[in-house]
């Protein structure tokens, strides 16, 4: 599976943008980009997947390089409760019978009040 | 969406028993699949449970340590055998959603070894 990279933390203040990165440099063509987070003593929570175009919900959006060799992780505004490890997981062919994540270390993200 | 609901929400057992931990789904699904967090850890996949067929492990994990159930469409077991403190950890049971984009995942099992 292609690696993904993140920082291992990151900090944003309350009612204020946050954009979280990641690097994935060997993304396959059929590889799709998801991004889960684990809120804390929860199990992880889908959050947006895409595959070469950006995409928005009602959570967050996510803005995917031209060369899909990184992507953001874009809460336009952070909450309290959007304070969570986000993962970002490559998976080949969303969809169909190939569904296993392979989950990286994350981001934490603290939101100050 | 999938509302997933696990038995026990957390134990503490004594080195060398068993726990079986259960995992029901609100709907009928053909996957499940456990996964293990360690403590401070991310999450790795255990085995992928098809309803009517055995389960797969990957590597690292094997059926006589983590044996699976999977009786029927909504629900599924993961038993820890011969418990060591190392087992200390979460247990995760997921299910794809129905468009096939997202997992769902239950609240975990806690498990604390002594």
């Known amino acids: 599976d292609a690696k993904t ?4 933390s990151m900090e944003s203040n309350e009612e204020e943008p946050v954009h ?12 799709y980009i998801h991004w889960y987070r684990q809120l804390p003593s929860q199990g992880p929570e889908y959050v947006i ?29 952070a909450t ?11 998976r080949r062919n969303s969809g169909g019978s190939n569904y296993k994540l392979t989950f990286g270390k994350g981001t934490l993200l603290t939101v100050n009040p | 969406s999938a509302v997933i609901s696990q038995k026990p929400s957390r134990d503490i057992c004594q080195r060398g028993t068993s726990l079986t931990i259960q995992c029901q789904v609100d709907s009928q699904v053909t996957m499940m699949f456990w996964y293990r967090q360690q403590p401070g850890q991310s ?7 098809n309803q009517g067929s055995e389960a797969t492990y990957e590597s690292g994990f094997v059926i006589d340590k983590f044996p699976i159930s999977r009786p029927n469409l909504t629900f599924s077991t993961l038993t820890v055998s011969n418990m060591s403190p190392e087992d200390s950890s979460i247990y995760l049971c997921s ?12 609240p975990g099992t806690r498990l604390t070894v002594t």
């Open chain 1, 5 to 8: 990279t993140q920082p291992n």
């Open chain 1, 20 to 31: 979280l990165p990641c690097n994935h440099s060997t993304i396959s063509g059929t590889d």
């Open chain 1, 49 to 77: 997947h895409g595959l070469t175009s950006n995409v928005n919900n009602r959570m967050a959006s996510l803005a995917i390089a031209e060369d899909r060799k990184s992507s953001t992780l874009i809460l336009h505004r």
């Open chain 1, 80 to 90: 309290l409760r959007d304070a969570a490890v986000y993962y970002c997981i490559l």
């Open chain 2, 43 to 49: 999450l790795t996949l255990i085995a992928t449970a």
């Open chain 2, 95 to 106: 299910v794809p959603g129905t468009s096939g984009n997202e997992q769902y995942f239950g």
